[in-house]
């Protein structure tokens, strides 16, 4: 019996590295940072085990009013930070993060913000660790 062999470089498809693949690419669409535009001056966000949602948000410079809300089986809170540390090496939190009970929503409150790009940060304990963060975008 006389089998041919595949040309030098060369592999017969694998079923199981062809759903991997697919799967990849899947998840890459589906699970890839988009950025939300937000086209007024209040930032709407829902925080849970372990994310800030959306995740990358976009705003015009200025007076910016934060709303989030509690969506999670745990305690919760919303902070931002800038990008520069404190000259003590520890993040500059520009609000007084308020945490929430599942369900309820963090108090309301504004920021004056000059374009940068700037986290949204849930500060309890190692949230943040575990992927309750995001991106604040904030154009001119």
Do not use: W
Not at 46 to 54: H, Q, V, Y
Not at 103 to 108: F, K, L, Y
């Amino acid at each position: 019996m006389v089998r041919s062999m595949p040309a030098v470089g060369h592999h017969p498809p694998r079923p199981l590295a062809l759903l991997g693949a697919i799967a990849a690419m899947l998840c890459l669409a589906a699970c890839g940072s988009h950025v939300v535009i937000v086209n007024s001056s209040e930032v709407r966000l829902r925080l849970d085990e372990f994310s800030i949602t959306p995740q990358t948000v976009q705003v015009h410079a200025g007076r910016i009013k934060f709303v989030a809300v509690n969506a999670g089986v745990e305690t919760h809170d919303l902070a931002i930070e800038t990008e520069k540390l404190r000259t003590d090496g520890d993040p500059n939190i520009l609000n007084k993060p308020t945490t929430a009970q599942p369900g309820q929503a963090i108090p309301p409150f504004k920021l004056t913000l000059k374009p940068g790009h700037y986290k949204l940060i849930d500060t309890v304990a190692n949230h943040a660790d575990l992927g309750d963060y995001g991106t604040l975008i904030v154009v001119p």
